[in-house]
């Protein structure tokens, strides 16, 4: 099945984001209206310290809470290295720069409505030189728990975050392969 662009117009506009509305025609001659979200690439990033993992604390204006989540963001800039925007976004939110990042795959945060993509990296070998944080970050908090408390946080509903969800979801996979591949 394939979807024909026939018009796109631009509907909103901000520094982080644009709205585009798509009148589209489906292969079966239906035609209709897209809504899509463009939004520059981003970095989720999963510091993990012997048996503890770092995340963050914010607030989320759309959902109106405070929520835990691993490192991620963006910096509203087109074609940048993925791993420089990883470890500035890991050194921005937490202080922390990591000896060794390993790139563990990409996701899409909302491909039916979005098209970011979002790089997920291992951060280890950690080292505190400070944080960096953007204006709209003063209020971001940084905790660390052990990996068997983080898991239990998601399987209690604390984190709800679908980012963070998927990349813990690719680590582990990762994990796995290796653990095999090493004879374990």
């Given at each position: 099945m394939s979807i024909k662009t026939l018009s796109s117009r631009e509907v909103y506009r901000n520094p982080w984001l644009r709205v585009r509305e798509d009148a589209i025609e489906r292969d079966n001659g239906a035609q209709g209206l897209y809504g899509v979200v463009d939004k520059d690439d981003c970095a989720i990033i999963i510091p993990i310290d012997g048996d503890r993992i770092y995340l963050v604390e914010q607030f989320r204006y759309p959902i109106q809470q405070r929520c835990l989540e691993l490192p991620q963001g963006g910096w509203e800039t087109a074609d940048i290295d993925p791993e420089t925007l990883a470890r500035g976004e890991l050194r921005e939110e937490t202080g922390f720069d990591a000896?060794?990042?390993?790139?563990?795959?990409?996701?899409?945060?909302?491909?039916?409505?979005?098209?970011?993509?979002?790089?997920?990296?291992?951060?280890?070998?950690?080292?505190?030189v400070g944080t960096d944080f953007d204006a709209e970050e003063h209020d971001l908090t940084l905790h660390s728990f052990?990996?068997?408390?983080?898991?239990q946080m998601m399987l209690d509903g604390?984190?709800?975050?679908?980012?963070?969800?998927?990349?813990?979801?690719?680590?582990?996979?990762?994990k796995n392969k290796k653990n095999v591949e090493a004879g374990g």
């Open positions: 000896a060794s990042m390993i790139h563990l795959g990409m996701i899409y945060i909302a491909y039916g409505f979005a098209n970011q993509k979002q790089y997920v990296y291992l951060a280890t070998g950690l080292t505190h052990s990996i068997e408390e983080f898991e604390v984190i709800r975050d679908s980012c963070t969800l998927a990349a813990w979801g690719l680590y582990l996979l990762w």
